[in-house]
Nanobody
Framework: QVQLVESGGGLVQAGGSLRLSCTAS????????VAWFRQAPGQERDFVGT???????YLTDSVKGRFTISRDNTKNTVYLQMNSLKPEDTAVYYC????????????????WGQGTQVTVSS
């Protein structure tokens, strides 16, 4: 059974940076597509970006140029580096994984972490 644990959330001022981590157990991250989603209060869970198990990373337009996704196979961890944070980035951030090609629809993911809160103050 795959388990995902996020960490690294917190409170930061606008313009600041945070790095979120998603550490997997039960399967290696290099054999899964791992994505980040976020959910603000009263909003739907939105796709942020993904690192595919075969090729490349993909980011939603609103975070391109500010966020990057990377993977450390030795630590079985996927990272979401968030720079130039804005108050509208405030949300609970979730990582999710699937044993297939990348996707952006949340219902296509098999495994989820518990979420980590990111709050950006203005």
């Amino acid at each position: 059974q795959v388990q995902l644990v996020e960490s690294g959330g917190g409170l930061v001022q606008a313009g600041g940076s945070l790095r979120l981590s998603c550490t997997a157990s039960g399967r290696t991250v290099s054999t899964m597509s791992v994505a980040w989603f976020r959910q603000a209060p009263g909003q739907e869970r939105d796709f942020v970006g993904t690192i595919a198990w075969i090729d490349g990373t993909y980011l939603t337009d609103s975070v391109k140029g500010r966020f990057t996704i990377s993977r450390d196979n030795t630590k079985n961890t996927v990272y979401l580096q968030m720079n130039s944070l804005k108050p509208e980035d405030t949300a609970v951030y979730y990582c999710a994984a699937r044993r297939a090609a990348w996707a952006r629809e949340s219902d296509r993911f098999d495994y989820w972490g518990q979420g980590t809160q990111v709050t950006v103050s203005s």
